[in-house]
């Protein structure tokens, strides 16, 4: 079972791995090639996108506060160089950062710069997904994002999308982990107590965390309709 989430310095490694994977891909990634999982979009856009949101993400650590978002910042014509530098500002202001301090974000979660150390990880992981890197996701990490998406995106699900509708709680489980999730109607619905029976949904960690981003992978062991329509709500940003 995994413990989630993670004391916020044990995501540093793992943001630095999975950042320096990003930007290994990009080498030899061709600028131009479409991103199946992300429409319209091409290695350049993704690239610059979460080069970006690196960016905007530092400054919120290092003032503590709201900050516009401005991604309009171009890589120029070292991509590779330009996304690696991103990654670079972001891990020294977390680094230097205190997690317990009081900061903004928009996650349903206590308002410290705790949360930006996972939240990184996770939009890096999800994004290297997108480009098509064979990185190996930690199962643990995978079922922490699980964990991310379920306890502190869907509890401020409002702030972008319709509340989804569930006739019955869901059960999420992930095969390789032994971790279980229990998603109980509500005004959002939020996690609970277990429930037997019922709807369930059962994959790999990642599996999981990629189904919930609506990216695409292996179908996942799905029963009930309540778990049909927890998959077919739009849950994350």
């Known amino acids: 079972m995994t413990t989630m989430p993670f004391a916020p310095r044990d995501y540093l490694p793992v943001l ?9 891909t990009l080498r030899t990634a061709d600028p131009g090639a479409a991103v199946p999982d992300c429409a319209g979009w091409t290695v350049t856009d993704l690239a610059t996108h979460l080069g970006n949101v690196h960016r905007w993400a530092a ?25 690696a530098g991103s990654a670079r500002l972001l891990l020294g202001e977390l680094e230097a950062a205190e997690p317990g301090d009081p900061c903004w974000h928009f996650g349903g979660t206590g308002k410290t710069k705790a949360f930006w150390y996972r939240r990184q990880v996770h939009e890096t992981a999800i994004h290297l997904a997108d480009l098509g890197s064979d990185h190996v996701l930690d199962p643990a990490v995978a079922a922490d ?17 319709a509340v989804p509708r569930l006739p ?25 107590p277990a429930a037997s029976g019922g709807a369930s949904v059962e994959a790999s960690a990642r599996d999981l965390l990629l189904r919930l981003w609506k990216r695409t992978g292996p179908d996942p062991r799905v029963a009930g309709e309540a ?8 849950l994350t940003p």
Not at 168 to 182: E, H, I, Q, S
Not at 227 to 234: K, W
């Open 16 to 24: 630095a791995e999975l950042t320096g994977a990003f930007a290994e």
């Open 59 to 83: 400054t919120v650590v290092r003032t503590g506060e709201v900050h516009p978002q401005d991604f309009a910042a171009g890589a120029g014509g070292d991509l590779m160089s330009w996304y």
């Open 145 to 161: 994002g699980v964990d991310e998406v379920l306890g502190a995106m869907l509890p401020r699900v409002t702030r972008w999308h």
């Open 168 to 192: 019955g709680p869901v059960t999420l489980r992930a095969t390789d982990t032994g971790d279980v999730w229990t998603v109980h109607p509500g005004e959002p619905p939020a996690l609970g």
């Open 227 to 234: 778990a049909e329509a927890l998959l077919a709500a739009p």
